[in-house]
Structures are given as C-alpha cells and as structure tokens.
C-alpha cells in the first residue's frame, strides 16, 4: 500500500476526538476525556459525550464549551503591525512596498482582513480562512475595531456625544461606539475612537469632518485582538484564544 492510500485511510477513519484536541493544545487526553464525558465538547454542532467518537481534523468543526477550537493545522491566522507607508495589498505593479512583502515565505494562499489606507497603522488580520475574512469584513456582524488617533485640539468635552450620536458624510451617516480623550499635549490631542464602521477611511473622514484632522492613525484592536509589544513590520500568529474569539464574534 502506498503512503498516499495509507493517509487517505487514515483520514476517512478519523482520529480520536481526544488526541486532536490534546494536539490542538485544549488539554492533555486525560483532561480531554473528562471534558467530553462532561460534554463540554460539540463536534459539527452536535455534542459529543462519547469517547471513542473519531473525526477528521481538516473538516471537523469543534467547538470547547462554546469557543471555537482550531484543529485543521492548514488554516493560517496571524497578526501583522502594519507599519506607516506600507501599501494594504499583497502585491504592487509599480514596486512600492506593501503587506506581501513581509508574508513571501508564507505558504499557501493568504487574505488581509480589510484594509488600512497607506499612511495608518496598526493591527492588520491575515488569513487562509476566505469565509471567516469575509465574515469579519460584513457590516452584518458588527465586528469593533479601536483606533488612536492623534489630532489637532484642543477637543471640546462634547465632542464625544455629538460622535456617539452621529454626524452625516457624503456617503452616510456614522457614528462611533466609544470615544475619549486619552491625552492633551499643548495643540494636539490623543484620542481612542472604537466603532464597527468598516467605510474606506472612515476614521480619517469622520474625525476632519468634526474640525480635527488626523495627524497620525493607529488601529489597536479587532474584536478581542489587540495589539501588545509588536514591534512595526513584526507578525506573529494569533493565539488559541484570539483565533476563538473571532470565530466566535462571527458565529462560526
């Protein structure tokens, strides 16, 4: 029997529901079993209370009391902090530098989550996963994303209700989910803008439309993601909480 006949057998068989979580890094086999006896494990939907239940890790959908847990080691989910000036595209026809320059020796085919324009910077999602890009890119699912944002002050204390309620730009009405001054330097202000707007530049606009123009933009957070002490052009891969939590904000 060839080895390509052995891993297709091995594949329509299954694996053991505790040893690919145990891979997955949600406990040891032991801790595993109990938390299947427990049935704090659903499998496709369906909870799981048996221990001889084998599954297939590229395909199976497993959830570990309610957060879904990555078990298909093909699916790709990292963070990039993507640096000011970098174009948000995989590729450039006039050679300028953009995200894809930093992802070259990454295998397989990989979607930036969204976009962030030239000049802000920050948290960028980078995945393999079209359905869960697509998901936290839809206005549907109201995914939350927080910025910094320097601009010009001083900023009057109402500033934060009239955003919070909502003004009107040429293309629609917006408004913010939270917003405040962080702090105040002479003529500049730092301020934290959080909103599930997902409109080209919309932070920018928004914040030049109420007489503040942005001086320097920073996106620190999608969802529970958040940025720590990532340095700029630095990518890492999300944790086993981070990626559960995105799927979970999504509904997948």
């Known amino acids: 029997m060839t080895s390509e006949h052995r891993s297709s057998n091995a594949a329509a068989e299954g694996v053991r529901l505790q040893k690919v979580l145990s891979r997955a890094g949600v406990a040891s086999r032991r801790a595993a079993e109990e938390m299947i006896l427990e049935g704090r494990i659903e499998v496709d939907g369906e909870v799981v209370t048996e221990l001889g239940r084998r599954v297939d890790p590229e395909t199976a ?30 590729s450039d026809d006039q050679g300028r530098p953009c995200i894809g320059d930093y992802l070259r020796e990454r295998q397989g085919k990989l979607f930036h989550v969204g976009r962030l324009d030239q000049d802000t910077e920050g948290l960028l999602l980078i995945t393999n996963d079209g359905e869960l890009a697509n998901r936290l890119m ?74 503040h123009p942005v001086q320097r933009l920073v996106r620190t ?32």
């Not at 910094?148 to 001083?154: F, Q, T, Y």
């Not at 002479?186 to 919309?202: F, M, Q, Y």
């Not at 940025?227 to 981070?242: D, F, H, K, M, W």
């Open 138 to 211: 839809h206005p549907r699912y109201g995914v939350r994303k927080t910025y910094l944002a320097e601009v010009l002050g001083p900023v009057p204390k109402d500033l934060g209700q009239q955003l919070r309620k909502g003004v009107e730009l040429d293309d629609g009405p917006v408004k913010v989910d939270r917003f405040k001054v962080v702090d105040t330097v002479r003529n500049r202000a730092l301020v934290e803008v959080v909103l599930h707007e997902g409109r080209k530049r919309i932070v920018r606009r928004l914040l030049k439309h109420v007489g």
């Open 61 to 90: 959908v497993i959830h570990v009391d309610g957060t879904r847990v990555m078990v298909n080691d093909n699916l790709t989910h990292l963070m990039l902090n993507k640096p000011r000036g970098i174009l948000c595209t995989m």
């Open 221 to 252: 957070r999608i969802g529970d993601v958040r940025l720590t002490s990532e340095r700029p052009g630095a990518i890492r891969p999300l944790n086993r909480q981070e990626v559960g939590s995105l799927y979970r904000i999504v509904g997948m």
